[in-house]
T-cell receptor, first 116, second 118 residues
């Protein structure tokens, strides 16, 4: 079984300051981990993914995340927030191997507000 | 690459009617597609897994007779909401899985369809 917990439902930051979105996961198998962003009434856009290569993953728009197996965490960070970063962010886990199924399990989401 | 489209983007219908939503993989073949439902300010919930050439696999609690899924080709899956009721109003999102390589289980998402049942 797999699950994802996003520790903050809302995060408010000032433009130009760092952003931290926290995510903890559980997975019976080796996980694949993803961060998606969703702007209002839009589909999901992949920010970055971890699939067993480097534990520090760099994504689009200046975002990065670090896979920490010992802490079962995959927190998302960005050094300097931009107004366009205001959106909903989802941490997602999947069991990596096909035999374990290929479903994605979504966290509850974190809504990011960026103040000017 | 790996673009997924959905049609329509928005639909309003009367209670009791049926609505069909299409999901297409535009530049790749997808033997597996997924249908999700998202209520306002909530996360995505997987409804069913659509398999090309075979029956869909529904998640627990999802009525397969109400949400009909057809995956007739490698680039098209359809979701039909039958006898729609106001409680079926939601944002429906499809995705398609890219097989192989190092991107196990990565899914590419469509832009979503907003269904409003009056």
């Amino acid at each position: 079984a797999q699950s994802v917990t996003q520790l903050d439902s809302h995060v408010s930051v000032s433009e130009g300051t760092p952003v931290l979105l926290r995510c903890n996961y559980s997975s019976s198998y080796s996980p694949s981990l993803f961060w998606y962003v969703q702007h209002p009434n839009k589909g999901l856009q992949l920010l970055l993914k971890y699939t067993s290569a480097a534990t520090l993953v760099k994504g689009i728009n200046g975002f990065e995340a670090e896979f920490k197996k010992s802490e079962t965490s995959f927190h998302l960070t960005k050094p300097s927030a931009h107004m366009s970063d205001a959106a909903e962010y989802f941490c997602v886990v999947s069991d990596r191997f096909k035999a374990a199924g290929n479903k994605l399990t979504f966290g509850g989401g974190t809504r990011v507000l960026v103040k000017p | 690459g790996a673009v997924v489209s959905q049609h329509p983007s928005r639909v309003i219908c009367k209670s009791g009617t049926s609505v069909k939503i299409e999901c297409r993989s535009l530049d790749f073949q997808a033997t597996t597609m997924f249908w999700y439902r998202q209520f306002p300010k909530q996360s995505l919930m997987l409804m069913a897994t659509s398999n090309e050439g075979s029956k869909a696999t529904y998640e627990q609690g999802v009525e397969k007779d109400k949400f009909l899924i057809n995956h007739a080709s490698l680039t098209l899956s359809t979701l039909t909401v039958t006898s729609a009721h106001p409680e079926d109003s939601s944002f429906y999102i499809c995705s398609a899985r890219l097989q192989g390589g190092l991107s196990y289980n990565e899914q590419f998402f469509g832009p979503g369809t907003r269904l409003t049942v009056l």
